[in-house]
């Protein structure tokens, strides 16, 4: 007897998953894959937040390595450059489409792939934001060790650093243009 009960069990459980696979697919079907599409928006808004995040504290970091180099006269616009670039690209992450509008607001259709391409860019700029974060500690312990000749280049691969990534947020913002939102 507990046999059968075993196999009842086992039956009921893959029923209800059956059921659950089912009960996502027929919403998927009505709601033309919004579901599935809204997650990937949520998870993508999630991520890019965490960006501006990461942006706003190398800001912070950055602005105490400007204010020593003008108190030791250290003479270059790639300091402000990079303030700049980086409060320039932080409010372009912060107000980035993410791919959303009204049900019935939608000028185009937006399949899940491209919205999983453009999530899968903005996951790329993890390994750019970690780049760009560990030049500018790197620069950090030459401000604290007063070490400012050995940081002239560093800074110029900094700006270098945050002009390429401008550059690549933009790219994500063509890909996205061309999707029809």
Do not use: C
């Not at 033309?32 to 990461?54: H, P, T």
């Not at 700029?125 to 974060?133: A, G, K, P, Q, Y």
């Not at 002239?152 to 939102?181: A, T």
């Amino acid at each position: 007897m507990s046999g059968s009960l075993e196999g009842d069990k086992d039956s009921v459980k893959s029923a209800q998953a059956s059921s659950g696979g089912l009960l996502a697919k027929i919403q998927n079907f009505f709601g033309i894959g919004y579901a599935s599409k809204e997650n990937l928006r949520e998870l993508d808004r999630k991520l890019r937040d965490s960006y501006y995040q990461s942006l706003k504290e190398l800001r912070h970091r950055w602005e105490e390595i400007y204010l020593a180099a003008l108190d030791a006269e250290i003479k270059g616009d790639d300091f402000k450059k990079v303030i700049q670039v980086m409060d320039r690209l932080s409010e372009k992450i912060n107000r980035a489409d993410y791919g959303y509008a009204g049900l019935f607001d939608r000028k185009g259709s937006i399949r899940e792939v491209e919205i999983t391409n453009v999530f899968e860019l903005d996951k790329s700029f993890s390994t750019d934001i970690t780049m760009l974060r560990t030049s500018i500690d790197e620069l950090y312990a030459d401000y604290e060790a007063e070490a400012w000749n050995s940081a002239i280049p560093k800074l110029k691969k900094i700006r270098s650093l945050m002009l390429d990534l401008e550059r690549k947020w933009d790219s994500r913002e063509q890909q996205f243009r061309s999707v029809g939102v």
